[in-house]
Nanobody, 121 residues
């Protein structure tokens, strides 16, 4: 199984970016999907998560600015980031709890490779 993240880049403060992360491989089902970020010198932190049914959860620092969504048919999770601030600069990682075809219910955590978001004028 692979998670391929894309969409990072350089954006000015107040701008927007959309991150995507597609899962591929021998997947039976994907449970929760999430975006984490790691700022320079900081620990990795949860940004937003979404259940298979669409329930969402956000870090306080991004509420009202970021929106997480998913397309179950494409095994893809998105993060729409608006009103970006310099403090949003980080490497963003996608995460997914995936049930492989060879299992009925056991899920394991998988991580994408990370995509750099830089917010700067």
């Amino acid at each position: 199984v692979q998670l391929q993240a894309s969409g990072g880049g350089l954006v000015q403060p107040g701008g927007s970016l959309r991150l995507s992360c597609a899962a591929s491989g021998s997947i039976r089902r994907i449970n929760d999907m999430a975006w984490y970020r790691q700022r320079s010198g900081k620990e990795r932190e949860l940004v937003a998560s979404i259940s298979a049914g669409g329930s969402t959860n956000y870090a306080d620092s991004v509420k009202g600015r970021f929106t997480i969504s998913r397309d179950n048919a494409k095994n893809t999770v998105y993060l729409q980031m608006n009103s970006l601030k310099s403090e949003d600069t980080a490497v963003y990682y996608c995460n997914a709890a995936i049930v492989l075809l060879r299992y009925i219910s056991r899920s394991d955590d998988y991580w994408g490779q990370g995509t750099l978001v830089t917010v700067s004028s």
